[in-house]
Nanobody, 121 residues
Framework: VQLQASGGGLVQAGGSLRLSCTAS????????VVWFRQAPGKERAFVSG????????YYEDSVKGRFTISRGNAVDTVYLQMNSLKPEDTGVYYC???????????????WGKGTLVTVSS
């Protein structure tokens, strides 16, 4: 599966962005799709995930109530709706896939290139 993340940009604190993760080859039907972010000078960290088949969703505590992960109509797209953005949400956002949910970046099987999100104060 080849992945592509898109939708990043510059937004003021309190604003919103919607990220997309698209599978250019294959589909997400058998995977868990996970979003990570990497802030400057920090390690890649779990943000949210969704089991495509069951629809079960996972969120890191700091984004609960602000971010929503969802499946697209096609089996090759996952969205991350980010509301009430904060400066600490700044980073490069990556989507990845794994067969079984895990919040560790080392457990992912496939990665896409990231998309930069910058939240200004």
């Amino acid at each position: 599966v080849q992945l592509q993340a898109s939708g990043g940009g510059l937004v003021q604190a309190g604003g919103s962005l919607r990220l997309s993760c698209t599978a250019s080859e294959g589909s997400f039907s058998n995977y868990v799709v996970v979003w990570f972010r990497q802030a400057p000078g920090k390690e890649r960290a779990f943000v949210s995930g969704i089991n495509w088949g069951s629809g079960v969703k996972y969120y890191e505590d700091s984004v609960k109530g602000r971010f929503t992960i969802s499946r697209g109509n096609a089996v090759d797209t996952v969205y991350l709706q980010m509301n009430s953005l904060k400066p600490e949400d700044t980073g490069v956002y990556y989507c990845a896939t794994t067969l079984r949910f895990d919040a560790m970046s080392t457990a992912m099987d496939y990665w896409g290139k990231g998309t930069l999100v910058t939240v200004s104060s």
